[in-house]
């Protein structure tokens, strides 16, 4: 079945730097690719996605992109502020009409963001 | 706030016992996922349901079941608890009408079996 290798577990910037987030899966029939924002005590925020058609995706600070040759994507968040704080999982998915939609995540990302 | 709605928020009960989880998805949203999270295995897909019919199992305990009413509320019931099922459970919704779409999750119930 599908797996997802999420790198660093825990990244730690300074406020204003970039962050980078990479994930690789396993499946080449996964054609999409979520990315979700975790806070304590709270569910999991989608954040930004990607599908298999597409190779970069942006929204504001946060970006996307996606090597589908290489089987991995990555999040990029510039001008980090304190309040990205969180944890960060990638997931795919490879759902076709209807059936199959679940998710397989990654273990998750700590971000920290230093004042 | 995505929408979905989930009850309780926590819960603490024995080993053995039963227990109900409940979740109301999206105005809208036919499918509902079913998730759970714990420290050393990560978030793992349960049990999806769409339109009433289960759609797809992932790593679903025998001892654990779901159903998703006509008003397309779901009910994640979970028997003969063991300490290892203490963990955080989330549903999420989506509109599934064919290919992948976002999956909006809820507050998510906490479980502690003692």
């Known amino acids: 079945g599908e797996n997802v290798e999420q790198h660093p577990s825990t990244l730690s910037v300074q406020e204003g730097d970039s962050a980078v987030i990479k994930c690789t899966y396993s499946?080449?029939?996964?054609?999409?690719f979520p990315w979700y924002k975790q806070e304590l005590g709270k569910g999991p925020q989608l954040i930004i996605d990607?599908?298999?058609?597409?190779g970069e995706k942006k929204d504001q600070r946060i970006a996307v992109t996606l090597n589908k040759t290489a089987k991995h994507f990555s999040l990029h968040i510039t001008e980090t502020q304190p309040e990205d704080s969180a944890v960060y999982f990638c997931?795919?998915?490879?759902?076709?009409?209807?059936?199959?939609?679940?998710?397989?995540f990654g273990k998750g990302t700590k971000l920290s963001v230093k004042p | 706030d995505s929408g979905v709605t989930q009850t309780p928020k926590h819960l603490i009960t024995a080993t053995g016992q039963r227990v109900t989880l409940r979740c109301s998805p999206r105005?809208?949203?036919?499918?509902v996922y079913w998730y759970q999270q714990s420290l050393d295995q990560g978030l793992q897909f349960l049990i999806q349901?769409?339109?009433?019919?289960?759609?797809a199992k992932g790593n679903i305990l025998e001892r654990f079941s779901a159903q998703q009413f006509p008003d397309l509320h779901s009910e994640l019931n979970l028997s003969s608890l063991e300490l290892g099922d203490s963990a955080l459970y989330f549903c999420?919704?989506?509109?599934?009408?064919?290919?992948?779409?976002?999956?909006?999750f809820g507050p998510g119930t906490r479980l502690l079996v003692l």
């Open positions: 999420a919704s989506s509109v599934n009408v064919g290919g992948p779409e976002t999956q909006y």
């Open positions: 499946d080449s029939a996964s054609n999409y």
């Open positions: 990607i599908r298999s058609n597409v």
């Open positions: 997931a795919a998915s490879k759902g076709y009409g209807g059936s199959q939609g679940n998710l397989i």
């Open positions: 105005s809208g949203d036919l499918s």
């Open positions: 349901y769409y339109n009433g019919e289960e759609r």
